[in-house]
């Protein structure tokens, strides 16, 4: 790149004599301080973008991780309220709905040619940040981790996986899987944006809808809610397979099953928190693209009405 002298993106990402990468991760939370931290520790530069507390945070005391995969560690980060200078790799790790007022930390301008990696609930936002940053630099993709911020730069990583899809050619995007892998989130690349996408969303949508709906992690919902669990799933999946995603059902069902019986999806703790909620990210999402294909979703649409 022309601001580190590395090797081109499309370059060699893993091994030992791997170029160093300046990546800047735009919301330190719960997912983008573990990917932050673990890439720090793995030996890049990386600059967090956030608000001025959140700053002042980070260059005080660095990112603390506490993992039951990772272990505990702080890791040493940059940080600063806007992007100064080009990246070879931008995360876009914010909630949905501060999406917006977020990008205006990250200018067109200052990104340089690093690609765009949004890790963001729903399915819609990539046509944003398209828009924004041209085709060509925004790799679409879902990620499965369960980390919560408690705290400015204090990060809970609770789940045994961080495992991340990226939608494009494997040519172009394995440098990124390889790196992304090495720094420890497992990382696949698939050639199909609706199967990443929509491979998320019809599995969080029940999950995130019924759980905060109900105030109730998964393992009561599973039991208590099956029938209600089950016929969300098949709508979902209905609508998955209109757009190019999975459809199975059953296999959507069988990882709620294997979930932990506590675990909370994220828009429940957002909920308990009094925080916004992405309910238009998913719920509304999944509404929009089920009336584009003129498929049925009443429960759906029960439960978005009744959580909003």
Aim: aromatic letters at 4%; proline letters at 7%.
């Amino acid at each position: 790149m022309q601001h580190s002298g590395a090797a081109p993106l499309t370059g060699g990402f893993a091994g030992p004599h791997a170029p160093v990468r300046t990546v800047a991760v735009l919301g330190p939370g719960g997912i983008g301080g573990l990917l932050a931290a673990l890439l720090s520790r793995a030996g890049h530069r990386v600059i967090c973008l956030a608000g001025e507390e959140t700053v002042r945070t980070l260059r005080r005391s660095g990112l603390r991780i506490r993992s039951g995969r990772y272990g505990a560690f702080t890791a040493d980060v940059e940080a600063d309220t806007a992007l100064r200078e080009p990246v070879d790799l931008c995360l876009v790790t914010v909630k949905h709905t501060a999406l917006d007022a977020a990008l205006d930390r990250v200018s067109p301008q200052a990104l340089g040619d690093g690609l765009v990696l949004p890790l963001l609930n729903g399915v819609e936002h990539p046509a944003v940040l398209r828009a924004r940053y041209g085709a060509h630099r925004v790799v679409p993709a879902a990620i499965r981790v369960e980390s919560t911020r408690t705290a400015p730069g204090v990060i809970e990583h609770g789940s045994p996986f961080t495992e991340i899809d990226l939608a494009g050619p494997r040519e172009r995007l394995d440098p990124l899987a390889a790196l992304l892998t090495a720094a420890g989130a497992d990382t696949r690349v698939m050639p199909d944006e609706n199967t990443v996408l929509w491979g998320k969303l019809a599995f969080l949508a029940p999950f995130a809808l019924l759980t905060t709906r109900y105030r109730l992690p998964i393992g009561t919902i599973r039991t208590e809610r099956r029938a209600e669990l089950a016929a969300l799933v098949e709508e979902t999946t209905a609508v998955s397979r209109a757009c190019g995603g999975p459809a199975d059902a059953a296999q959507v069902l069988a990882r709620y099953d294997a979930f932990p019986a506590g675990s909370k999806s994220s828009m429940q703790r957002d909920a308990e928190a009094g925080r916004p909620l992405e309910l238009d990210a998913i719920g509304g999402a999944l509404l929009r693209a089920a009336e584009r294909h003129g498929i049925p979703a009443p429960l759906a649409t029960r439960l978005v009405a009744e959580t909003a």
